[in-house]
């Protein structure tokens, strides 16, 4: 089949090479990417490449070319009942697979009661814009409450010093801050001018991120067989320059807990930053542990622990677009902030990345937490640690799976036996949205409240047991997207995958 050209040289000659070789000569490979990119009708042959692997998923991500759209503004406004109506079709052609738990993470509550609610607090907000706090003192006051609530629930009440942070809009944001913060900190503090920041691997990429826009060196160590930061390789990995350690509780992919309380007495003898990442587990760990669960301690409980980022929106059951940043003391946050002083628009400063700022969401979050309370945060973990539990077990019944690590509730599994990319796929048939990881080959759930509505455990495990059953029996069978992924994750080249990734965010904006 000519589509699926692609599949052959030279990926299929790569992929046979790197099927034979370790891991370790992958960076020797890459060093021919530059020439091998030279040879005269190779960006073009790639080119082609490229498109032929984003036709697979057009289907997924432009569903909508039959249905009216807009290259130019309408010379006359649309009414607004059928601009309504319009967004209606568009939202119920959507809403069945993630309202049925068909996806990991990103819906967290979901609950039409709650949806609803949340909604009715933004619209009375919707106009509200901090950057203003004189017109609306209302959202500074719940910025400080959010904080105050968040710091309190990890740990403030028993830190040594006052936990200070500042509300931002997503998970991502909070950890450039906290890495700005570091930088300018020890710029400040102790002369490093070539900041180096120690991370294990599994660390989220917005670390990779924050490197990239503010000139730090990301120095990465590994993780252990049981996917937990190699503390001694964080030891050694520590220079002149280094100027935090990073600490997830748990990880995006393996949702495994660092050994934070080391991890933080080893910044801390070195007088350097410690950044706990909580974004997916700062609303579910403090719960956890008051049922019982195995939580080892993570959060500013833990003397060294100097920043915590934590995500409302997500097991906080905000609506998307609020993250928290948490500080061990006012110093660092003054080190996130921003002024201007000499503007002729006037004094201007802002604590956050963002200007203006969508004071509808803040409300909303500040609903959200306020509604559901500590015993509302209690029962939403409890009901999806006991989902989770069961989801585990399930697929500790199939023998071809087997989960990394000892997860909670982000769980994560591979196969020695087969393509796990293909059993992702076959999922995908079956209306799962689950998460591809890579280094090893694996896929995620993150167990939400969705998944704790009647039926949707079993109906996960009896897919994903059919799903491995189809693979082993269709071994002739490629797939379509899973030859993608495999490709992806091991092709030596890391310049043609981010070529073909930002070919993929071009394809979003295409109509
Ligand atoms: C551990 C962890 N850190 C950071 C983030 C980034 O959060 P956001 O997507 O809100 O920017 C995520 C997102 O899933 C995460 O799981």
Redesign the pocket.
Known sequence: MERKSWAFWPWRMIRALMAGVGRWIRPLLSRFERPLRAVPGMERRLEAEYAAVLQELEPTLKPYRDLPGFSRLPREGQSPEWVFQHLQTLAAREEARWRKGYAS?AVYHGGPAHIEFLNRVYALFSQANPLHPDLWPSIARFEAEIVAMTARMLGAEEADEEIVGTVTS??????LLAMKAYRDWARETRGITQPEVVLPVTA?A?FEKAAHLFGLRLVYVPVDEDYRADVRAMARAITRRTIALVA?A???PHGIIDPIHEIAQLAQSHGLGCHV?????GFVLPWAERLGYPVPPFDFRVRGVTSI?V?P??YGYAPKGV?VILYRGRQLRHYQYFAATDWPGGLYATPTLLGSRPGGLIAAAWAAMVTMGERGYLEATRAILEAAARIREGIRQIPELEILGDPLWVIAFTSKVIDIYRVLEQMGRRGWSLNALQHPPAVHL?VTLRHTQPGVVERFLRDLQESVAWVQAHPEERGDLAPVYGMAATLPFRGVVRDLLYRYLDLLYEL
């Open positions: 993470g997503c998970g991502t944001e909070s950890i989220h917005a997830s748990p990880s995006f990442d909580a974004c997916l587990g980022s995500d929106h997500k993250s993150a």
